[in-house]
């Protein structure tokens, strides 16, 4: 079993930075893709942000040039900076990873319990 814990998320006036992290515990032979889905209220989980194990980086439309998605392998961590914050960024983020976790054969989807960021106009 493997466990995705986040920690960053807050409020912050409209402008404002945060930095998401997450970090995987458990045991863990290796992580594939990692990655940030948010959710709006009223409105379907979207994806924000991805980063494959080679480093290979894709956006929602929406955030590109504002948030950069990273990792550091030998931590299990996948981190989302965020800058120029709007309140339409006001959402439940959670974290999501592609775990190798009993072998390198077997591969388990995880998610994170998720942590809201709130931005203030």
């Known amino acids: 079993q493997v466990q995705l814990v986040e920690s960053g998320g807050g409020m912050v006036q409209a402008g404002g930075s945060l930095r998401l992290s997450c970090a995987a515990s458990?045991?863990?032979?290796?992580?594939?893709?990692m990655g940030w889905y948010r959710q709006a209220p009223g409105k379907q989980r979207e994806l924000v942000a991805t980063?494959?194990?080679?480093?290979?980086?894709n956006y929602v439309e929406s955030v590109k040039g504002r948030f950069t998605i990273s990792r550091d392998n030998a931590k299990n961590t996948v981190y989302l900076q965020m800058y120029s914050l709007e309140p339409e960024d006001t959402a439940v983020y959670y974290c999501n990873a592609d775990v190798y976790d009993t072998a390198w054969l077997h591969r388990t989807n995880y998610w994170g319990q998720g942590t809201q960021v709130t931005v203030s106009s």
């Open positions: 980063i494959s194990s080679g480093g290979s980086t």
């Open positions: 458990g045991t863990i032979f290796g992580i594939n893709t």
